[in-house]
């Protein structure tokens, strides 16, 4: 096992600080890991953030794709080389005690590139590559902190419930994504209900009762691999369940609410109070899903 040093435990605190004040979800289940567990996913969390951040922010879309591509190359050097970069030494030393698949970051970097240069997706096929690359990725990391006995089945499980959080994710984000250039929805689903997610002066311009029908059906279909994914549940030790099941069940009920008021997200960012998170993180301990 890998000495702790003065600057690796600075390093690990420094992650947990990026989680606890960005993570506005995930940190809900992290807290329900032991110490060891909670800083490695801590570490994963907070350079799956810089990823994001780098494809989000405002800097030109080559000076974008070369920090992404210096992104992966740092992570290809792991566990070895960490560049005295924080998130990365916590990385690095996680990575060297448990069996971290850090070659999945190569997917969620993937994905990023995808946002950056526009990428849509006609088929719904071609969105769960997406989602398998942003969430999938990040389901597969965290069992290599969690430990499982199969890890083949495991990974399965672990992509659908992160192909499920994603969906949810798209939809909630519908008009901010939108108003940023970005539309994730297929366009095969789009020319069925007849949806285009144009935006107006007051929100998207398409007719309410299409709109419902085709957030209702991504809502749907989002269900579904919510119930293939939470089968990953019985293949956890107790507290790695939790932590899954907090974080599956908060997106869950999100669902719920956008599956129940569709156009609730064309009006606001469909969100879920702290207590109510806390409230799912609780049954999620005693091992009820929400």
Known sequence: ?????????????????????????????????????RRALSAIYAIARRIDDIGDGDLPRDEKLFQLAETRAALRRLPTDRGGDPVLTALGHAATRMPIPLAAFDELIDGCVADV???????????VWYCRCVAGSIGRLSLGVFGVADPGPAARLADALGVALQLTNILRDLVEDRADGRIYLPAEDLRRFGCTLELGGTGFTDPPERLTELVRFEAARAAQ?????????????????????????????????????????????VSLRGREKAWVAARALVGRTA
């Open 117 to 127: 240069v526009g990428r849509r997706y006609d088929t719904f096929d071609g969105l």
């Open 1 to 37: 096992m890998t000495a702790t040093t003065p600057a690796v435990e600075a390093a690990y605190r420094h992650c947990e600080d990026i989680t606890r004040s960005q993570a506005a979800n995930f940190a809900y289940g992290i807290r329900l890991l032991p110490t060891a567990k």
């Open 225 to 269: 691999w919510y119930d293939d994914g939470l089968r990953l549940l019985p293949l956890l030790d107790r507290r790695s369940a939790a932590c899954t099941a907090a974080m599956a069940g908060i997106y869950r009920r999100l669902l719920a609410r956008i599956a129940a008021d569709p156009l609730a997200v064309a009006r606001t960012r």
